[in-house]
Structure formats: C-alpha cells, structure tokens
C-alpha cells in the first residue's frame, strides 16, 4: 500500500493531503503570502496526525498550477526538497483538474461526452481555465490545457459550446458565466481529498519524476499591472454587461 504526501499552493489556501493506504488526511490553512513560512509545518502537523513518519512516504505530490506565482514557485521548492532530502520521487499534478475533481467529489457529475471548464480568479481582469472531460475508467482527461483567459473569452467558448464550469471564477464572474454556463461549482478548490484521489491515479499510471525535473506551470509571463491597466480591468465586466443589457 502507499504512503503519498500532496500539496497545492496555487490559491490563497493552502491544500495538502496525506493518503495512507485507504485511508486519506487532509489539512487546509491560510496560504498566500504566507506559504513559504507555514507549509513545513502545517506538513509536519499532518504527518503528525497520521501518525505517519516523512521516512514512509513513497512519493510527494504538487500542484504545479497554474496560480500565484509565488505559491507555484513555493509548492515547487518544497516538494523538491522533500523528495531530494528522502530519495522519493516527484509527481505533479494539474491544479485546476483538482478543481474539476472537487467538484465531482461534491456532486457535481460530468456525463460521458460532457465537458467541464475548471476556472480560477487570476486577478488582474483574467482568470486561469482548461477543459477536461471525465471518464469512468480513465478518469480526467484533458480536453484544453490550462491557459489564461479574459473572462468574456470565456463565456463566449461557453456559448458557443455549452458546459459547466468549476472553481472561484465561477463566483467573481458570476454575472458573465451564469447566463451561459450549464451549471455553476464556485466552491470547488483545489482541495486534499481531490489532490489525494489525482495522486492516487498518478501513483497507479506509474508516474514519477526525478526530483529535478518538477517545475511549475506558468502560463502568465507579466505578473503586476500598472494603475490604469488595473482601472481597465475593473471597468471591463461592467461594461460588459451594460453592452448585453442594451442588446
């Protein structure tokens, strides 16, 4: 049986999950700015909790995003520590599919065919989306990588071609989405007993990698706005919906 230890960093919370055998533990603290200083320890908390020693996990999973840069670059750093530090291998795992995995576990089915945008705030007038659908035996399949999109981007594919969608983004853009999304999961996060269930499913593809090799998935190269690029972004959903409410 395995012993495998994931975290995600990509959000304002931090997610981390420790599957042990059958059984999962789950943690999930305050993160953003923070994350550098308290993932250790709320790591250590939960092997504590489990009664489970740093020496008996086969393998650390990490979200890679995308998200805060910061929190990718943390999530990131830690992981290769840990698994250089005990001789384990690295696994990575797709922090929005996380969000689409979260939403199924809280009942939010995705028929065969059907597909599902997972979607983060990404700030700066964007969010983070990629597409999956889900099958019973392969389980997530990824339909559109992760990439950043202007939200009206999005609720035109959404038009154009009819899903649900999953993740905080789902709440901020609430206005844009809902008309045209099949169903609306803002509550979904990246959460550990998703992280636990995409760790699983790696661990019994046989998926490793060598500590060097993790790296985090970035798909924003300008990570600040100045202050009109900020005004402009929040000038945007609401001119939006003024250009939909005249039409």
Known sequence: MSTLLALDTATETMHLAL?????VHVRAEAGGARASQALLPALHALLSEAGVALAQVDAFAFGRGPGAFTGLR?????????????GRPVMWLDTLMAVAESARLH???????????????ARMGEVY?????FDGVAGWQTLEAPALYAPQALAARLAAEPAAVAGNAAEVYADLLRPVAQALWPQAVPEGAALAALARAAWLRGERLDAAQAVPLYVRDKVALTTAEREQARARPAAALAAGGAA
Do not use: I, P, S
């Open 74 to 86: 943390t999530a990131c750093a830690v992981t290769q520590g840990l698994a250089l530090g005990t």
């Open 129 to 133: 989306a990629a597409r999956y659908g």
């Open 19 to 23: 599957v042990a055998g059958d059984a």
């Open 107 to 121: 009942g939010g089915a995705v028929a065969h065919g059907q597909a599902l945008w997972a979607a983060t705030d």
